[in-house]
């Protein structure tokens, strides 16, 4: 599917391993959005996250909003750009440093360093795919999680999670497998109050809602 405009904001469903701090996040994924050591953004977006004194739980996932663009008229995403350091390869970059939200694949399109050699201090650019909803599915969700898929997610949990419909989810994700361990599917998100964000028109204006009881 091409695309022709993006939208304001998507989230990165962010895996959080012991080594990484606030910080690291803020600096990996920096944009118009989350500017370096800015994390109040994200905080907002967590709110009901619970944060310990060092700042996050490991092994838990915390939403990361980014502007989600259209890609040369091909995709919705958004691309980062990570300076590297002594020892990183597209492997440790791809599922360590951005969580598996992109891939080894991605970093290998989208840069022309031979991988097996990436000099130090190279600008690698770091694509992440994005949505900005579905009008024919709902018009409801307008706010995206981009979700990488770990071994212990199912469609069940996922949708117990997020407080959806597991249908409704699938049909957002049409012939994904929830159970697979890997890949990215798309989730509707919920905003910095914590409610879903409704799909607009073109032309900015809300569509109206009519909710039957």
């Given at each position: 599917?091409?695309?022709?405009?993006?939208c304001?904001?998507?989230?990165?469903?962010?895996?959080?391993?012991?080594?990484?701090?606030?910080?690291?996040?803020?600096?990996?994924?920096?944009?118009?959005?989350v500017?370096?050591?800015s994390?109040?953004?994200?905080?907002?977006?967590?709110?009901?996250?619970?944060?310990?004194?060092?700042?996050?739980?490991?092994?838990?996932?915390?939403?990361?909003?980014f502007?989600?663009?259209?890609?040369?008229?091909e995709f919705l995403?958004h691309?980062?750009?990570?300076?590297?350091?002594?020892?990183?390869?597209?492997?440790?970059?791809?599922?360590?440093?951005y969580?598996?939200?992109t891939?080894?694949?991605?970093?290998?399109k989208?840069?022309?360093?031979?991988?097996n050699?990436?000099p130090?201090?190279?600008k690698?650019?770091v694509?992440?795919?994005?949505?900005?909803?579905?009008?024919?599915?709902?018009?409801?969700?307008?706010?995206?999680?981009?979700y990488p898929?770990r071994?212990d997610?199912?469609l069940?949990?996922?949708?117990?999670?997020?407080?959806?419909d597991?249908?409704?989810?699938q049909?957002?994700?049409?012939?994904?497998?929830?159970s697979?361990?890997?890949?990215?599917v798309?989730?509707?998100?919920?905003?910095?109050?914590?409610?879903?964000?409704?799909?607009?028109?073109?032309?900015?204006?809300?569509?109206?809602?009519?909710?039957h009881?």
């Amino acid at each position: 599917a091409k695309c022709v405009k993006g939208c304001d904001v998507a989230l990165a469903s962010y895996y959080i391993i012991p080594s990484i701090q606030l910080r690291n996040i803020s600096n990996f994924m920096q944009s118009k959005i989350v500017l370096t050591n800015s994390f109040d953004v994200i905080m907002s977006y967590n709110r009901d996250v619970v944060f310990d004194k060092s700042g996050l739980i490991s092994y838990t996932r915390i939403n990361v909003p980014f502007p989600c663009e259209c890609i040369g008229g091909e995709f919705l995403g958004h691309v980062f750009e990570y300076t590297t350091k002594e020892g990183d390869d597209y492997d440790l970059i791809a599922n360590t440093y951005y969580a598996s939200l992109t891939t080894v694949e991605l970093l290998k399109k989208f840069n022309s360093y031979d991988p097996n050699h990436i000099p130090v201090k190279a600008k690698i650019n770091v694509t992440v795919i994005c949505s900005c909803g579905n009008s024919q599915i709902s018009k409801d969700y307008g706010l995206f999680v981009t979700y990488p898929l770990r071994s212990d997610d199912t469609l069940a949990k996922i949708a117990t999670k997020a407080g959806l419909d597991e249908g409704l989810i699938q049909n957002f994700n049409q012939d994904a497998n929830f159970s697979i361990g890997s890949g990215i599917v798309f989730i509707p998100g919920r905003d910095q109050n914590g409610h879903f964000f409704p799909l607009y028109s073109r032309t900015g204006i809300a569509k109206h809602h009519h909710h039957h009881h």
